[in-house]
């Protein structure tokens, strides 16, 4: 167990256990204003567990104890030299109570009365009731109690300056990263040399030397710099917490021997009053030749020093020391001399034109601090949320943004996305409050109705504190969205970029989505060559997104070749951008190979051509091909394609010819055809011959067009019969026309059931045909027939 620790938690204790009323208060008092809230319940439990049982201070308590102040010491200094003078307090009193008895004598027995009670003081001065032992060998000796209004420590036990911790003594905490020394380099302010001057007088005469500013202008860190640079470094250093009792103050001094003392009060205005520093205090203190350092916020200084006489005799012959929390052009170069050395400086130098030097270090941790506590379900997780969105896309590049912009980027983290814009508001305006008198966590942007994060929150993650992770990969997409839209992309997306490759580098070696992202930022904003090597290397590394983006890429630079492979993986995870494109690639890799192929006099190569240029509606090109087949040994087969573009271009003998070449080659199917260009040359009965014997062999266009034939002949029964074989062998078209001639004869429901028919197997005017109908009532249900209706049909 750590001796100092152990030793405390014994003596204070030991005041526990007695119950003194005077401990438990001030033990009350200390840990009600610590920074460790926990601290106030377990105090407040080992107090009543323990109080006014003597003797009964037992191993787990002190164990307790210990613990307690272990914490304290961890986390907050003050408190803990509070605890200390509290505990020697107690120590002192505990000597004098348990001090021997005083035996009489020998040769004074007969005079009992005199030597037991007669308190006679020699040499000395009376404090408090004295006991005093007459008869000790090796002189008299005196033991004093404390003072009543008194609990200030004896000098030896001040701390000496070159021990004294800065932060206990007032000096703001700033934020500290790993082994970065507890306070950063100071930077010498304007006021130096006339701080310095007033401070080495007053160490040689006694005075007040006072420093007043604005709140955050930086007081107590510029008087402890005069402090520590001008007085020795055995200077003992009185610093009591506001309100305590200082009338006793010149007593405890003219025991200190040759001890050089400073009294240091940081916040004056906390230390006046009849009870502590006065303008007779004041002049006692300058004759002991005892200097007193302190600090008044300008506000706190006017009211003083213009309101009561008392304060107005201390301070009216006192020259402050005037401190601005703007920093001069000096006092910047000073600092930009600094800030390569400590992050935290760099960062205040970064943000200067936005917040003051002092304000930047001393009120990031707080707020820093509070936000992560704002982020439990019951404080305030939608509005840390959202300072955390304004961080990231500082971070990205995008300082200050729209506040949609910033709700939008929120919604990435957490359940955002299910606030209502109530909520959204509410947690904006408590971001925003101000804190500190000084700034809120977020700050209003330069353009109405933008926000950014405070500077030090910022630079808080891109210097790796604790509680911060990665930027979410799809807010730099939402970063490129904001840039593409904005006035002022030009001007950010440099940053944009250069944040990205910083951010987003390290990653790619092992996150192909990093790299797919920083492609995509390099593809709008940068290089599109830098973009297809990092789309390259995500697709390789697995990712399907990269492998779409880097084939569209090569695509459209029309190397088929390369982009057919990425966009094939694209496509099989269900790109469809990726499936149209490689549809595409394909035929035209397909067109290139076929080229080739027949440009060496391959037919089916020519007749594959052909089939490509027709689907185009490129009939010249079609029939250049498919002659050339013919050429070279595909006439019987390319003859029926012959035939349908001269049947295009309206050249009936000559499509004749080639669809007989056809239909005598084995090619069944150019009956048909052959049959509609024997019509369009006047040659009906020929025609229905053909349709006939190609419905036979069981050709739906046969058994169609056979019907058309029958149905124009006025043979209406047989018509329909063919229509419905014609239905069956798959043809869309037969089920409408059958329709058509049951409506002419006003069999409306059996029409209404071909027409449906119809519309199930696509016809354009089926459902328009049943619309008419539709206010007629079928006795029939949708898929059963009328009792005379053709018993061939299959359905």
Known sequence: ???????????????????????????????????????????????????????????????????????????????????????????????????????RAPDTATNADTATNANTVSGGTFNEPVVQAGSIPGGVH???????????????????????????????????????????????????????????????????????GEPLSGKTRTLWAALFTNLSGTTRILHPAPGTDLRGLTDVLRARG????????????????????????????ARLRVPVLATMSDEAYDAHRFGSPAHTRLLSGVDPVELGAEWSPAEVERLAAAAPDDLRLAGAYAHRARHSTPAYLSVGPELLGEWRRARRPNAHPLGHRLVLAAIDLARC????????????????????????????????????????????????????????????????????????????????????????????????VGAVLERAAAVLGPEADTTPEALLTLGRIEEEYGDEEAAEALFRRSADAGSAAA?????????????????????????????VEAQSLLGSALLRRSEYWLGKAAGSEDGAAALALGDLRRGDGDLQAAMRWYQAAARRGLRARVASRIGGVFQDWHYYEDAEKWFRIALDGGDLESADPLGVVLEELGRADEAALLYQESAENGSETGAYNYGAVLNDRGEEAEARAWFVRAHDLGHYSAAFLLGQSLRDEERHAEAAIWFRKAHVRGHHRALQALAEAGSLESPFPPDSLAPDAPDTVKE
């Open 1 to 103: 167990m750590d001796a100092e620790l152990g030793s405390l938690a014994e003596a204070l204790g030991r005041g526990i256990a007695e119950g003194s009323p005077d401990l438990n208060a001030l033990l009350s008092d200390t840990a009600s204003r610590s920074v460790v809230p926990s601290l106030v319940p377990r105090l407040k439990q080992v107090l009543t567990r323990f109080q006014g049982k003597s003797g009964e201070w037992s191993l787990v308590a002190a164990q307790d104890m210990f613990e307690i102040l272990r914490l304290v010491r961890s986390r907050d200094a003050v408190v803990y030299e509070e605890l200390k003078v509290i505990a020697e307090a107690f120590a002192e009193d505990e000597r004098a109570r348990t001090a021997p008895v005083p035996q």
């Open 258 to 285: 040759d001890a050089e003392c400073v009294l240091w009060l940081d916040d004056l205005d906390g230390h006046l009053g009849e009870y502590g520093l006065t303008a007779a205090l004041l002049a006692e203190l």
């Open 397 to 492: 590049g995008v300082e200050e943004a729209p506040a949609d912009v910033l709700r939008r980027a929120a919604e990435l983290y957490g359940d955002a996305a299910q606030a209502s814009s109530e909520e959204f508001d509410e947690a904006r305006e408590w971001a925003s409050r101000i804190r500190h008198g000084t700034t809120g966590m977020l700050v209003p942007g330069t353009e109405a109705g933008s926000w950014r994060a405070y500077g030090s929150l910022v630079e808080d993650a891109k210097d790796g504190v604790p509680g911060f992770g990665p930027v979410p990969l799809e807010l730099w997409l939402i970063v490129l969205e904001e840039l593409s839209s904005h006035d002022t992309a030009s001007r950010v």
């Open 142 to 212: 005196t033991y004093y109690g404390q003072t009543s209004h008194s609990g200030l420590p004896r000098v030896a036990d001040w701390p000496q300056l070159d021990r004294a911790n800065a932060i206990a003594l007032g000096v703001r905490r700033p934020r500290r990263i790993a082994d970065e020394r507890p306070l950063p380099r100071y930077v010498v302010r304007d006021c130096a040399d006339v701080l310095d001057a007033q401070v080495r007088v007053a160490a040689r005469e006694g005075g007040l030397v006072l420093v007043t």
């Open 547 to 575: 492998a779409g983006r880097l084939g569209s890429l090569l695509f459209h630079r029309e190397d088929m070749a390369a982009a057919i492979p990425y966009l094939e993986k694209a496509a099989e995870f269900g790109d």
